[in-house]
């Protein structure tokens, strides 16, 4: 199958400039760069490119939604913060393939606009951001980045922030305050970044992989594009699975992919010859599926029919011997902890969450708990400041509803 985010990944020194260059890279910046930055806009929005980082909004819908008044400054952001347990895809395009994000990037700010640019990154991917950077440099220098970019006279400078290791900074919004200096808070929607986003200006915020798909749309055309995945999920996926499986790592495949083959024929089968329990298969906001419900397509719009999301495309396989209520508790624990606080039903329902279900595995609960888990979860669900609540009560509820006999037999 051909690739469109890792088709350069196994090549020696794929960082490289050289390389990349070598292999096609920096085309589509500029076969972008000469054509009209509306065109730009509108192949992105043909191709029905949507993102990657768990929300699976239209790229070129958004862009659109800019305002039509070029005059103030608007900046792109490249959301690299990857803080979804379970989820490693974005790393893998940064490390290893890092000019493709630098040229999706260039191409989106061209089409949008924008002259200055940002890519937040989680701090624990030191060594990765390292990497970035060093790309970055070699751009610059040879003219792709920067002041006058191919002598097209559109400038794009980019610099890399590194995010301080929390969760939430990876929610558009609070990640725009991170970036300003503040707490890393989410803000009350509307106004969308679109409109009012880093420093008020109009901004536009999208995923590693969102941005690393660009190349190949301007290069091949949004029909190629389509002929990869199904319709309003187009394209491919980097799926990235872990667990008890014999083969991890990150695979791509066109969205729509079976669960089932990528569990089973790509990732190897379960470790050990076990059985499977259950999947949770978009990154651990994404609600549980029991080891029955894997006989699905891996597209937005399936999982969603399935009762789960496609989120981040992080797959975690969890074998027979693993206790659900366990695994509930730690994702309990680490909602309550990622809670920024600023919201009621998130601060305090999050960490109500955690107390009835760590009362629950260290079989001290009652069934009573067990309701009362579920009944938190219902007020939780569409009543928080940003979707962080909703992550939590859908993923721990699920857990909960699916799994039950597993918790009652923990309680007296
Ligand atoms: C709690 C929370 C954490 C998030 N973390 C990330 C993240 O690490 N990376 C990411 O790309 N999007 C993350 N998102 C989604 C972003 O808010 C936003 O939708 C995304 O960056 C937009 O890019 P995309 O349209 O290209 O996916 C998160 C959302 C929430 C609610």
């Not at 200055?116 to 990154?121: E, L, P, V």
Request: glycine share 10%; with cysteine; proline share 5%.
């Amino acid at each position: 199958m051909e690739k469109i985010l890792s088709r350069n990944i196994n090549v020696p020194d794929s960082q490289s400039l050289d390389v990349y260059i070598k292999r096609g890279g920096y085309d589509a910046l500029k076969k972008a760069l000469s054509l009209p930055s509306e065109k730009v806009i509108s192949i992105v929005a043909e191709s029905g490119l949507r993102g990657r980082g768990g929300a699976g909004f239209p790229a070129g819908m958004k862009w659109k939604l800019l305002p039509a008044d070029r005059t103030a400054a608007r900046y792109l952001i490249c959301n690299a913060d990857e803080g979804e347990p379970g989820t490693f895809k974005d790393r893998q395009i940064i490390e290893l393939d890092p000019h493709l994000l630098i040229e999706g990037m260039t191409i989106a700010a061209y089409a949008i606009g924008a002259c200055r640019g940002f890519i937040y990154i989680r701090g624990e991917y030191d060594w990765i951001a390292r990497v970035l950077v060093r790309a970055l440099r070699e751009a610059e220098d040879k003219g792709f980045s920067g002041v006058d970019i191919l002598n097209s006279g559109h400038q794009f400078c980019i610099d890399v922030f590194r995010g301080a290791g929390s969760y939430i900074c990876g929610e558009e919004t609070a990640l725009i305050e991170s970036l300003e200096g503040k707490a890393g808070r989410p803000r009350l929607k509307p106004p969308f970044p679109a409109a009012f986003g880093l420093y008020g200006q109009p901004t536009v915020v999208q995923n590693v992989a969102t941005l690393a798909s660009i190349p190949f749309i301007i290069n091949m055309g949004p029909d190629v594009f389509k002929s990869f995945g199904k319709p309003r999920s187009y394209g491919t996926m980097l799926f990235g699975i872990c667990g008890h499986v014999n083969k991890s790592g990150v695979y791509e495949y066109p969205m729509g992919t079976s669960l089932k083959k990528l569990i089973y024929e790509v990732a190897g089968g379960i470790k050990d010859n076990k059985k499977l329990k259950a999947v949770i298969p978009g990154g651990l906001s994404a609600p549980i599926l029991k080891a029955d419900e894997i006989d699905i397509e891996m597209d937005f719009d399936s999982l969603i029919a399935a009762g789960s999301i496609l989120g981040t495309g992080g797959i975690i396989v969890l074998d027979e011997d693993v206790s659900i209520p366990f695994v509930a508790q730690k994702a309990a624990r680490f909602f309550a902890h990622e809670s920024c606080g600023q919201c009621t039903p998130c601060r305090e329902g999050t960490s109500m969450l955690k107390l009835l279900i760590d009362r629950i595995a260290a079989a001290e609960g009652s069934l009573a708990d067990i309701e009362q888990v579920l009944r938190l979860c219902r007020y939780i669900k569409g009543s928080t400041l940003c979707a962080m609540g909703d992550a939590a009560a859908f993923s721990v509820g699920t857990m909960v509803k699916k799994f039950r006999e597993e918790f009652e037999a923990l309680v007296k």
